[in-house]
C-alpha cells in the first residue's frame, strides 16, 4: 500500500473513529454517531478522496451510512468528476447556482447529470439532487424564487419520468 493511500485510509479511520461507529477518546459530539458523509470539495486537488470513501465504505458495511457529494452544475465537475466516477456514492447534491449552468438559465444541465447518473455512475441507484440557495445572500448567483421553483420542479420531474 502506498503512502498516500495508508494516508487516505488513515484519513477514513479518523473520521470514522471521532464520529462514526468506531470508537476514540477524542470524540466530538460525545456518544453522536453519524450516518453518512458528504464531500462538499470547493478546491484543491481531487488526490486521496475516492481511496477515502472506499475505506469508509468498508467501514460501514451492513450498516445505514450514506457517502455522497455536492459537486458544481459544470460537467464533470473539475474537482470531484474522477472521484464521483470511481465510486459507488448514494447521491450527488448538484449545486445549480454560481455557474453557467444555474437552474433558471438556458445551459441548466440537470438532464446531463441525470444521464451520467443512469449511466457512468459506479452505483446505478445513485440519487441526483437539485440543490440551490435558500435565500437571494446564500450564493452570488442562481437563487429561485418561489413561483420560479414551483414552474422548475415539475419540468425536471418530467424530464425524469421519459
Do not use: H
Amino acid at each position: 500500500m502506498s503512502s498516500k493511500r495508508s494516508q487516505d485510509s488513515l484519513f477514513a479511520q479518523t473520521i470514522w473513529d471521532l464520529f462514526g461507529r468506531g470508537s476514540s477518546e477524542t470524540r466530538p459530539f460525545g456518544d453522536a454517531v453519524i450516518d453518512g458523509i458528504d464531500l462538499d470539495i470547493e478546491g484543491g486537488s481531487p488526490r486521496g478522496y475516492a481511496a477515502m470513501v472506499t475505506a469508509l465504505r468498508s467501514k460501514s458495511a451492513n450498516q445505514d451510512f450514506l457517502i455522497g457529494a455536492a459537486p458544481q452544475c459544470p460537467f464533470p465537475d473539475a474537482i470531484l468528476g474522477s472521484v464521483i466516477n470511481a465510486v459507488g456514492l448514494d447521491y450527488v447534491n448538484v449545486q445549480f447556482y454560481n455557474n453557467y449552468c444555474s437552474a433558471l438559465g438556458a445551459s441548466f444541465n440537470f438532464d446531463v447529470w441525470d444521464t451520467w447518473a443512469k449511466t457512468q455512475s459506479a452505483n446505478k441507484q445513485i440519487k441526483v439532487y437539485l440543490t440551490l440557495p435558500g435565500s437571494p445572500r446564500a450564493a452570488e448567483s442562481g437563487y429561485v424564487d418561489m413561483p420560479s421553483l414551483s414552474r422548475l420542479v415539475p419540468l425536471v420531474a418530467s424530464r425524469l419520468e421519459q
